[in-house]
């Protein structure tokens, strides 16, 4: 079977939709996975209007759950070639790090930390044999930088960035890729449904509260100036058809430059410039 075969998690919405619709639209055969398939309508609806419905294929995956991993590994087991895995599947906590209980940050990692290294490690077998392959971990600049307010979201994305270094290291001499894409502010619904603020930074008595609504009033205000999603997905596409791609790519507004400045500054001046904006 020559035709190349992606496989991306988190597909009912946001970047994973737009990456199935996009390898789709390149002929790729795409295996969409979601948590609830019964989310899957608008994403079959986009394809067929495309005439593409018929490279896209959805299947059930919480990347939470043992037992659904293990479905989804004897799937793969049944696939005969596995070109791309993009890693996208995640959602965004926040809140302050004294009111936010322990057990909200384990699932936060659950989902963008664990959840990738379970998906990952049932593609890697037939990646290692094919001696080929590319892993697209969807990251953010969140990866590379602290904000407060989020910490679950923050730190399970400076894992990811680790465990991805690691991870490149370790498949690099089978002929495996791995890709960190590190997003900054994109018109996606991770900031709206898909964030969970915990419940005590949100009561007006939390010592907390005011700055909690100044990070939620800038982010609503700079909701126009988001990036368009397609950028992203247009973006994970060219980097798969990359001989030798780096690491990280940056992308977004912004993205690059406050990461130069992040390393390029000392601490003690990037913290007062950053503390300075929540005045």
Known sequence: MSQPVAVVTGSSSGFGLLTCLTFARAGYRVIATMR???KSEHLLRIAKQDGVDSLIHVEE?????????????????QTERIDVLVNNAGYAGAGFVEEIPVEEYRKQFETNVFGVI???????????KQGSGKIINVSSISGRIGFPGLSPYI?????????????????KPFGIDVVLIEPGSYQTNIWSTGKSVTEKSLLPNSPYYGTMKKIEDHL????????????????????????????RIPIGKGVKMTIALKQILPWHYWERMFLKKLK
């Open 220 to 247: 609503n205000k700079e909701q126009s100036t988001y990036g368009n999603p397609q950028d992203v997905a247009s973006l994970i596409l060219n980097v798969v058809k990359q001989k030798d791609p780096p690491l």
């Open 36 to 38: 609830n398939i019964e």
């Open 61 to 77: 995956l919480d990347v939470t759950s043992d037992s659904s991993i293990e479905k989804f590994q004897m799937l793969m087991q």
């Open 118 to 128: 379970s998906v990952t490690q049932s593609i890697l077998p037939m990646m290692r």
């Open 155 to 171: 730190a399970s994305k400076h894992a990811l960035e680790g465990w991805s270094e690691s991870l490149r290291l370790e498949m």
